[in-house]
């Protein structure tokens, strides 16, 4: 069992940045592959990064390459995204999850935080 809670949301200006936090708790943090969603309202739920269980790779949705970055501290068994020249399009519930293989699609992982609100204001 994983158990993940996010944390770093709030409200900023376009163009600025936030760095959320996913702390986890379970002794296996470090052999899940990590990942990065958001939810908009009225939208579904899409894929933001995933970094693997190493921290050796990472990929990112189109919409945020470039401005988005996931790393890992597997000794503190945490998970990070970094968000700069945010847009107001980039307000939504981030979520983090943990999952044995992760990947782009929700259904790839097997735990998920409750999620911290990003609102971006023009």
């Known amino acids: 069992q994983v158990q993940l809670v996010e944390s770093g949301g709030g409200l900023v200006q376009a163009g600025g940045s936030l760095r959320l936090s996913c702390a986890a708790s379970?002794?296996?943090?470090?052999?899940?592959?990590m990942g990065w969603f958001r939810q908009a309202p009225g939208k579904e739920r899409e894929f933001v990064a995933f970094i693997t269980w190493t921290g050796s790779s990472t990929y990112y949705a189109d919409s945020v390459k470039g401005r988005f970055t996931i790393s890992r501290d597997n000794a503190k068994n945490t998970v990070y995204l970094q968000m700069n020249s945010l847009k107001p399009e980039d307000t939504a519930i981030y979520y983090c999850?943990?999952?044995?293989?992760?990947?782009?699609?929700?259904?790839?992982?097997?735990?998920w935080g409750q999620g911290t609100q990003v609102t971006v204001s023009s």
């Open positions: 379970g002794r296996t943090f470090s052999s899940y592959a």
């Open positions: 999850a943990a999952g044995v293989v992760g990947g782009p699609r929700p259904y790839e992982y097997d735990y």
